[in-house]
């Protein structure tokens, strides 16, 4: 089974306005050499927990020696296919929303010099 880690990762691809490294994640082979990496793009998670174990994770990546993107070996291209790529989508469903609360009007009455407060 292959393992992942958020390194660092230098790549010379990009133009000169671009920075020169990115948070990527990495993906090893069982045997522990590099196998291929990919950009990092959003972080999602179940909670706010989740998000902020995946974030720690990218801090801790920052420690780690950077690697250099031509240091993964070159990936097979894919075979073609015969027939057509499908997508399947799966969704939750959504809480529904409550009804729509209706709050009392309020008014402003202006203050009349008969309040038995206004003398004491």
Partial sequence: MRTWE?????????GEDDPPMGL?????????????HFPLVTV?????????AEVQSMVEACG????????FPELEPLPPRSGPITFA???R????????????????VPKTGNDETEGK
């Fill in 6 to 14: 958020y390194r660092l990762v230098v790549v010379n691809l990009y």
């Fill in 24 to 36: 990527h994640k990495v993906f090893y082979n069982d045997d522990g050499s590099l196998h291929t």
């Fill in 44 to 52: 999602s998670g179940e909670d706010a927990a989740a998000i902020l």
């Fill in 64 to 71: 780690k020696p950077v690697l250099d993107a031509n240091d």
């Fill in 89 to 91: 989508l799966s969704t």
């Fill in 93 to 108: 469903p959504r809480p529904k929303i409550p009804p729509e609360r209706k709050t009392p009007e309020l008014r402003v």
